[in-house]
């Protein structure tokens, strides 16, 4: 009888997940949203669409892909390493459409430098600004053998979720050959 039941449940369930996937793409048309796929070189760079941060082009070398209102966009790429990319892009209704770019490098400061580590936060795709220029995620910056080097100085962090909730804002100092720790809490 075990049996007998494992074999009439498997089609059963296979018939509501395909039941349920064709509603989400029907539902996905009649309500004007689309898809945008980002296919970036480097791909831990942020995506922005209408200067809004979503998160980044891939995880774990994949390309992410984000649901957006079909109509015209203006989809920006961010990495502090590299120039920013910005480009206009049609979403259709229940259609992907897909951005291909490798940023071209930026010049990079002269030591000394400083490091910035920043811990915690709601997503490990939060957003890190250093006066208001997009640094890269959180966790890009989270354990002991990363950070970000910086020239010293004094700087504006802020920490963004990708659904633009801002986690955290505060003045930092980073000083010659020295780790700053900054610790997110989860914002309630």
Known sequence: M?????????PILGACLVVLLAGFSVSAQDSGTGFLKV????GRAGVFVDNKYVGPAANFRIARKYALPAGEHEITLRDPRYQDFSTKVKIEAGKTATISQALQPETLADPPYGTLRVEGGSSKFDAVFLNDKFMGHVDEFSNFGQGLLLKPGEYTLKVVSPGGKQELEQKITIEENKKTTVRVGSAG
């Open 2 to 10: 075990r049996t007998i039941a494992k074999m009439t449940c498997v």
């Open 39 to 42: 296919k970036a070189n480097p």
